[in-house]
């Protein structure tokens, strides 16, 4: 009889977060496909979990495959883990998973910590649906393109990305979406947990270097067909002179930002901070 696929949510920093059904998984099957052993094994010398592990990542998951189904087929159980969260979900083991299921194995997912479900329940933004939409392309033009199909997206979204394209990304962003309200949580369950939310420009103004992956919740457009109140020419530029001269923004940005808000054209924000500034 063909033995059992785990699919276990792993804590994605406090260690305390894993679940009591996940330690007692990891413990009985026969063997962990771990996306970086070095990190699970973190883990299981905190829980003194004594399974071998091995390694399955993006780059051998292919040539790993068969020889875990081969063992699943010979009726050995597994458990497949990533380095944090929950497996397969913009991480690695959906190859492993497949086959399984072709091969009429079981599978069964151990659900816990998820860095998406945590920055959503902490933002108060997306309660009553978001979409996720994992991690943006790593290139420049690739992002502004992927950024701008979501543009019209009517549900919150949710997405990762790396500390070292962080910035590039929220310009971007401001550029594709407009100076929309954003929960960034960073580190999130662990000692310097950050979740803060603002609008885009305000982040790219405040924002320091720092380790750990972004979680980023993204509030949905304004509705469209609202009525539009324009603003005083006093009030947009006190609100553009403290962008650029407080908050760092560029000129181009920070009239971004102000069309941004207010819902109007960027040539009426320039219009009404040149008429300020006369």
């Known amino acids: 009889?063909?033995?059992t696929l785990y699919v276990v949510a792993t804590p994605i920093g406090n260690l305390e977060d894993v679940t009591l059904r996940a330690l007692r998984i990891l413990?009985?099957?026969?063997?962990?496909?771990?996306?970086?052993?070095?990190r699970t094994s973190r883990l299981l010398q905190h829980y003194s979990i004594s399974t071998p592990t091995t390694s399955l990542h993006e780059h051998n998951e292919t040539a790993r495959t068969p020889g875990l189904i081969q063992r699943l087929l010979a009726g050995e159980s597994i458990a497949v883990v990533s380095d944090a969260g929950t497996p397969v979900v913009s991480d690695p083991g959906a190859g492993l998973v497949a086959a399984a299921h072709a091969a009429g194995i079981r599978v069964e997912p151990i659900p816990g910590?998820?860095?998406?479900?945590?920055?959503?329940?902490?933002?108060?933004?997306?309660?009553d649906g978001f979409l996720f939409v994992g991690f943006p392309p790593s290139k420049a033009g690739a992002r502004r393109g992927w950024l701008s199909s979501l543009a019209d997206e009517g549900r919150p979204f949710v997405m990762y990305e790396a500390p070292h394209r962080i910035r590039a990304t929220l310009e971007d962003m401001l550029v594709a979406l407009?100076?929309?309200?954003?929960?960034?949580?960073?580190?999130?369950?662990?000692?310097?947990?950050?979740?803060?939310?603002?609008?885009?420009?305000?982040?790219?103004?405040?924002?320091?270097?720092?380790?750990?992956?972004?979680?980023?919740?993204?509030?949905?457009?304004?509705?469209?067909?609202?009525?539009v109140t324009v603003p005083s020419a006093g009030d947009v530029g006190r609100e553009f002179g403290r962008l650029t001269?407080?908050?760092?923004?560029?000129?181009?940005?920070?009239i971004r930002s102000l069309a941004a808000k207010y819902g109007?054209?960027?040539?009426?924000?320039?219009?009404?901070?040149?008429?300020?500034?006369?």
Not at 113 to 127: D, K, N, Q, R, V
Not at 188 to 208: C, D, G, N
Not at 245 to 254: F, H, T, V
């Open 1 to 3: 009889m063909p033995g």
């Open 27 to 38: 413990r009985e099957v026969s063997v962990i496909a771990a996306e970086d052993t070095r």
């Open 113 to 127: 910590p998820s860095a998406a479900l945590a920055a959503i329940s902490g933002s108060g933004i997306g309660g």
């Open 178 to 227: 407009g100076d929309r309200t954003v929960a960034l949580g960073r580190e999130l369950t662990k000692a310097h947990e950050q979740l803060v939310v603002r609008p885009i420009s305000e982040h790219l103004a405040k924002m320091s270097e720092g380790r750990g992956e972004f979680t980023l919740v993204v509030s949905p457009p304004v509705e469209v067909g609202l009525t």
């Open 245 to 254: 001269e407080i908050d760092g923004l560029s000129r181009r940005e920070a």
């Open 264 to 278: 109007i054209k960027a040539r009426q924000a320039y219009n009404l901070v040149e008429e300020h500034f006369k």
